[in-house]
């Protein structure tokens, strides 16, 4: 594809997204603006990744390290996410690129992005991976171990709780996904009710499912395939 049929494909596929965004939007009594679409580029190439800035897509999420520190040498501008699993030996650089991690899944990994932010002098703002589907191949902390591990992370000043992130089982009808968004809502709310922390995002649904998690109070979206099916390849 020239650069021209690319980036009307992408539009074309941007367009499609908010017009569902601004449907679930509606039935849920929410403003458009309460929700930051983030495009998970994690499949495409750097060529595609950097026509989003012009089409009004700041906010690009990778779960791979090094992907990350490729892109975000090529592509200014963006606010970048980090979305898969964050080994300790890759802190330092990640971080340095990072506006939110989404993937905070563990007390050890805590500690660790806990002293990157000490050493940097600014709290790294993390969300942290909850496993409300209870799928043993999925990271993220028991909901039921959340309270315990919430009062421990709060004791640590080079992390910012901004929130709580989770992803629902890959479901047929997206309707059945609500349970898990219902569940991660809940928990951000007794959280809050706790701990006086505000907790204001909830990062949850992707493409099959983010109406459903626009309906149950998402603040980000994370959206690839939808976005990039058949798109020019890493």
Not at 77 to 83: E, L, P, V, Y
Not at 224 to 234: K, N, R
Request: with cysteine; glycine share 8%.
């Amino acid at each position: 594809m020239t650069d021209d049929e690319l980036k009307t494909v992408l539009r074309e596929r941007i367009s499609a997204v908010e017009v569902r965004m601004s449907a679930a939007c509606q039935r849920a009594g929410r403003v458009r603006s309460a929700i930051t679409l983030v495009a998970i580029t994690k499949t495409v190439s750097i060529r595609v990744a950097a026509m989003l800035p012009e089409l009004g897509i700041v906010d690009l999420g990778e779960n791979r390290p090094q992907e990350l520190w490729k892109k975000a040498a090529a592509i200014p501008g963006i606010r970048w996410h980090f979305t898969g699993h964050l080994q300790r030996n890759k802190i330092d650089p990640t971080l340095a690129l990072t506006t939110l991690i989404h993937t905070l899944d563990s007390e050890r990994l805590a500690l660790a992005v806990h002293e990157f932010g000490v050493k940097r002098g600014q709290p790294v703002p993390v969300l942290l991976e909850v496993n409300c589907s209870r799928e043993a191949a999925k990271g993220g902390f028991a909901p039921e171990e959340l309270p315990t591990v919430v009062d421990k992370l709060m004791a640590l000043s080079g992390l910012r709780l901004d929130g709580l992130m989770t992803m629902a089982a890959h479901e047929e009808h997206p309707e059945e996904c609500r349970p898990a968004f219902v569940e991660l809502r809940g928990l951000r709310d007794s959280l809050r009710t706790r701990t006086g922390l505000v907790l204001p995002q909830l990062s949850m649904g992707m493409s099959n499912d983010f109406g459903i998690a626009i309906e149950e109070g998402a603040t980000f979206i994370r959206v690839g395939t939808t976005l990039f099916a058949g798109l020019e390849a890493e």
